[in-house]
Nanobody
Framework: QVQLVESGGGLVQAGGSLRLSCAAS??????????MGWYRQAPGKQRELIAT???????NYADAVKGRFTISRDNAKNTVYLQMNSLKPEDTAVYYC???????????WGQGTQVTVSS
């Protein structure tokens, strides 16, 4: 069983920054094809993909956060980060860490961390 623990959420003013962390209980990037990502879900809305990073360190971002958010990882700490800059009120949501193991195929979710951006 893989445990993902998010941290770093909080209340910030528009234009500010937050750094989210997701610590995994396993060696997340030890195998090829694995992916970790950040999703967010605002009240009354569907969960949306924000950013992903693979075992090969390739990254992808949603258009809404390109140029503002950066996903990164620390293999030694089995941790993925989401640096969020120039935050906007529309970024307000619960942010979830996601881990997709390629082989065997499994998916895990963190408990989520609240990010609130005031205008």
């Amino acid at each position: 069983q893989v445990q993902l623990v998010e941290s770093g959420g909080g209340l910030v003013q528009a234009g500010g920054s937050l750094r989210l962390s997701c610590a995994a209980s396993v060696m997340v990037f030890s195998g090829s094809g694995n992916t970790m990502g950040w999703y967010r879900q605002a009240p009354g809305k569907q969960r949306e993909l924000i950013a992903t990073i693979t075992s090969g360190a390739s990254t992808n971002y949603a258009d809404a956060v390109k140029g503002r958010f950066t996903i990164s990882r620390d293999n030694a700490k089995n941790t993925v980060y989401l640096q969020m800059n120039s935050l906007k009120p529309e970024d307000t949501a619960v942010y979830y860490c996601n881990f997709r193991n390629a082989f065997p195929t499994r998916e895990y979710w963190g408990q989520g961390t609240q990010v609130t951006v005031s205008s």
